[in-house]
Nanobody, 121 residues
Framework: GHLVESGGGLVQAGGSLRLSCAAS????????MRWYRQPPGEERELVTD???????TYAESVKGRFTISRDDAKNTVYLEMNSLNSEDTAVYYC????????????????WGQGTQVTVSS
């Protein structure tokens, strides 16, 4: 399986974007889903994650502005980003722990290809 992201682009400061990431292929279930980002010249950082049970965590820098959600029927995770500012400019990557088989608890981590989000001030 692999992950395909969509929804990045150029937006003015204060604007909004919605990212999507869909998993394809044959597997039993997806455990945790996450969004990371990598600003220019910086390390990749965890933005937010959501467990299969729906437990969510956010980086302090995005709390109150970003919302993660998942649709397990579509094997998709979303990232709603509001009140964007220049510090949100980065390549955004989705990440999922995919469990291939019901009889094995092992889950492999997959990464999306990344989508560029650029916020102009």
């Amino acid at each position: 399986g692999h992950l395909v992201e969509s929804g990045g682009g150029l937006v003015q400061a204060g604007g909004s974007l919605r990212l999507s990431c869909a998993a394809s292929g044959s597997f039993f279930q997806i455990n945790a889903m996450r969004w990371y980002r990598q600003p220019p010249g910086e390390e990749r950082e965890l933005v937010t994650d959501i467990t299969r049970a729906g437990s969510i965590t956010y980086a302090e820098s995005v709390k109150g502005r970003f919302t993660i959600s998942r649709d397990d029927a579509k094997n998709t995770v979303y990232l709603e980003m509001n009140s964007l500012n220049s510090e949100d400019t980065a390549v955004y990557y989705c990440n999922m722990d995919v469990r291939a088989y019901r009889l094995s608890s092992y889950a492999r981590t997959y990464w999306g290809q990344g989508t560029q989000v650029t916020v102009s001030s």
